[in-house]
């Protein structure tokens, strides 16, 4: 694959450290942790990101500068790293948040999650992002972001978030930050 890890970490130690930490995982809830996400996963969301497809001022900020081989070494930089484990905060929301994650809601018929994100979360290759070990509250703005389906589009997360009641997302954030 395209990108030289050591020249992504260059910018990484100027610029994106201080939100996503010098090795993808981050501190605070509304920075996803990026450690482990797949090159191919990376480079597609800061893309995203450049041309405004996906909607966040920040990250907008951010890419503007950046050229395409740069993305494509961040890719390669961050999809090396590896992400730190994380417990679920809120016990109460586990049996709920497990039981969308692993069977899904027939009834409102949204599938189970883990048929593209992985039995453990870890996401399949390429474009199915991991989401175990991430924010719970990263996760929840995402899903209600999807659903919304203004800052951000895509046809398998759209219809399965506009599907999904806020108690349903809350519960499987909870849920896969634990995974
Ligand atoms: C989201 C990379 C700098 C704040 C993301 C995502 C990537 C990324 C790949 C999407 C993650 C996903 O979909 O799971 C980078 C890179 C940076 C950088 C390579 C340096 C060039 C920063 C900085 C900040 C920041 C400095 C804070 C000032 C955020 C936030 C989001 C995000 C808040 C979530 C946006 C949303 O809610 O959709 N970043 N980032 N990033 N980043 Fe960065
Ligand atoms: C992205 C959650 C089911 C395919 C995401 C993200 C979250 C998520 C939080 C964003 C990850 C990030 O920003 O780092 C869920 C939940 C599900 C579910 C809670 C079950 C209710 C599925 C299923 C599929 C799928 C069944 C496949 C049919 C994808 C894809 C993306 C994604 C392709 C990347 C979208 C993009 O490129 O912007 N999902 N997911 N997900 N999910 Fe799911």
Excluded at 26 to 44: D, E, K, R, W
Excluded at 52 to 69: C, F, H, I, Y
Excluded at 82 to 93: T, V
Aim: a positive charge; hydrophobic letters at 35%.
């Amino acid at each position: 694959a395209k990108g030289d890890p050591a020249k992504g970490k260059q910018i990484v130690d100027t610029v994106c450290a201080a939100c996503h930490g010098v090795d993808g995982n981050s501190v605070a809830a509304a920075n996803p942790t990026i450690a482990g996400q797949s090159q191919q996963y990376l480079y597609s969301q800061l893309k995203a990101f450049k041309t405004g497809e996906r909607k966040n001022p920040t990250m907008l900020g951010m890419t503007a500068g950046l050229s395409d081989d740069d993305m494509h070494n961040l890719a390669a930089y961050f999809s090396q790293q590896k992400p730190k484990d994380r417990e679920a905060a809120d016990k109460a929301l586990l049996p709920l948040g497990a039981k969308i994650y692993r069977v899904g809601n027939p009834a409102s018929h949204v599938p189970a999650c883990m048929a593209c994100h992985g039995p453990a979360g870890k996401g399949l290759p390429e474009q199915f992002p991991r989401v175990g070990s991430q924010h719970a509250g990263y996760i929840a703005k995402q899903l209600a972001d999807f659903k919304a389906g203004a800052d951000r589009k895509n046809l398998m997360m759209t219809d399965i978030a506009s599907r999904m009641t806020d108690a349903e997302m809350k519960a499987v954030a909870e849920y896969i930050s634990g995974l």
